[in-house]
């Protein structure tokens, strides 16, 4: 039978009574024949408690001890699963990342994975035991633990999947798959029975919160079949229908380009806009303001830069919510002087939305259908980028939930899949 990798999230795993569930739905799995390999995350809200100890002792935590005392929420986690199995009569082993080991680099809080030896697991799935493996961490080279950055038990779950060669990663969430939008902001919004790496990555990259981003980067280049599906289901729903529901995240090659031109609309309220006015337009100066903005490891986004008018152009770019008035300082501080710009004028009421789709590549007009339908709804657009598989657009957020809804609409997203391809 097939070697399958389950991920549960703190949702799952976040009381007594889900995790005899999450046992209870490995456990058929494993009836059926299946060799398990599992990956949970800490119990729900039990992270956030341990940092928020950590800041009551420090302020800004020292990053290693903080991996140290973080990591411990996943432990908790891989223990009790492995005796609520054995209390099915499962066998089951729990082990560490450190114990596998999960080998990553020494970037405490964000690490990347490296290598993964998977000995000891095969080892144990020979034997016939399921075998579970906390997510979120390793061990660096020097042996110390490390933590791989929040929602990193996705991308640890998955690379697992790939050291094994795992036939498919299961990601259980609460919510039953990927959807053409989120149905908070559109009810008509539809599940997708399966979308490519590329479009789930652009998706998670531009808001979608579904997936890790690090962990379909992950899938798509070690080619591991992964599906989102709901863990709040009853565990004992009949295999074959739970092994196809949710959402498959596969390759292009497995899809049907006419399906939908459009897979989905993305939206991201996290964004904020600088333009620094009056720039000189010679060679070299999107680096001069640029280049402090990385050295302060602040990410930009969308990048503008205006038609030169008399030697001088106005240069526009985006940044997350969080590091507005950061970027802002640097600017003043760094920038403004050593290029003799004009003002400094920001706007962090702003939102990113954009719709993605591999039917682009063989599809004209996505672009001016777009326009037209944000044209048509009195919304101004600021900011344009696009990508082979993706058009964004930069709006006032205060637009942000009309616009989605319209996209949905104009791109046919609220028909059924069969309508679409029609």
């Not at 989120?182 to 990259?205: C, G, K, Q």
């Not at 939930?401 to 069969?418: N, T, Y």
Request: proline share 3%.
């Amino acid at each position: 039978m097939a070697l399958i990798v389950h991920k549960y999230g703190g949702t799952s795993m976040g009381s007594v009574e889900r995790i005899q569930n999450v046992a209870r739905r490995v456990a058929k799995w494993r009836a059926a024949g299946h060799r398990m390999v599992v990956v949970p995350s800490a119990m729900s809200g039990e992270t956030n408690r341990l940092i928020a100890l950590a800041r009551e002792i420090q302020a800004q935590p020292d990053p290693r001890e903080l991996d140290m005392i973080a990591s411990t929420g996943e432990q908790v986690s891989v223990g009790l699963l492995a005796m609520a199995l054995k209390a099915l009569g499962t066998d089951a082993i729990s082990y560490t990342g450190w114990q596998v080991p999960v080998r990553t680099d020494s970037a405490y809080t964000k690490a990347r994975i490296l290598s993964i030896d998977d000995a000891r697991v095969r080892a144990d799935l020979d034997a016939g035991r399921v075998v579970i493996v906390t997510g979120f961490q390793g061990i660096d080279e020097l042996g110390h633990v490390t933590t791989l950055g929040r929602g990193g038990s996705d991308t640890s779950a998955v690379a697992i999947a790939a050291a094994l060669k795992a036939d498919e990663c299961l990601i259980y969430t609460d919510v039953d798959g990927v959807y053409t939008t989120d149905p908070r902001v559109v009810p008509e919004a539809r599940r997708l029975e399966r979308i490519t790496f590329e479009e789930m990555l652009e998706m998670a990259s531009l808001g979608s919160k579904v997936l890790q981003i690090r962990s379909v980067e992950f899938a798509g280049k070690y080619r591991v079949k992964t599906r989102v599906l709901s863990s709040l289901t009853p565990p004992d729903v009949p295999l074959q229908v739970e092994a196809n529901s949710g959402t498959l995240i596969t390759f292009e090659e497995d899809t049907s380009m006419e399906q939908a031109v459009i897979s989905g609309i993305a939206f991201n309220r996290d964004e904020a806009k600088i333009t620094v006015m009056n720039v000189p337009d010679r060679p070299g100066i999107a680096f001069q303001i640029l280049g402090p903005i990385a050295d302060a490891n602040i990410d930009v986004d969308m990048i503008i830069q205006n038609q030169s008018v008399g030697g001088m152009t106005d240069f526009s770019f985006t940044v997350h919510r969080n590091e507005y008035q950061k970027a802002l300082d640097v600017l003043e501080g760094k920038v403004r002087e050593t290029i003799k710009a004009g003002d400094i004028v920001g706007d962090p009421k702003i939102c990113k939305v954009s719709a993605v789709g591999i039917g682009m590549r063989s599809h004209v007009g996505i672009a001016s259908q777009m326009f037209r339908t944000l044209s048509e709804e009195g919304i101004n657009i600021q900011m344009i980028s696009t990508s082979e598989i993706k058009i964004s657009v930069v709006i006032e957020d205060k637009y942000m939930e009309l616009a989605v809804r319209a996209l949905h609409k104009a791109f046919g997203l609220d028909q059924p899949a069969a309508a679409i391809g029609a």
